[in-house]
């Protein structure tokens, strides 16, 4: 369903599977939310394994809407992600991955 080659990623809520991608639009609504920081640090965060479950909200939900899904960060307080949490960090740094590699890279 989701194309890595695109920059998508699969994101599954309440067993519905649905496609994400950091596009231009979604990377300013990402960089707005943002409450320190820019996109770059935001990176850096993820590469230290230092980043929180805000930014992992963020990335999902700016993700979701890259990839046309009509959510909120409020309506993620009350689905379930497929895999739990640590599947939603790991869709958020992959999101954050694809987004920013050159064509070629994955």
Known sequence: MANPWAGEVAITLD????????TLGA????EATLETGSLVDLVERFEGGRFTTRDVLAL?????????WQGTPRD?????????????????AELLARAFAL????
Do not use: F, W
Request: aromatic fraction near 0%.
């Open 15 to 22: 067993g519905v599977a649905h496609v994400a991608k950091l």
């Open 103 to 106: 064509p070629g890279q994955e």
């Open 60 to 68: 999902i939900v700016a993700g979701l809407r890259g990839g046309g």
């Open 76 to 92: 993620l307080m009350t689905v379930e992600i497929g895999g739990g949490p640590v599947e939603a960090a790991r869709a958020a």
């Open 27 to 30: 990377l300013a609504e990402l």
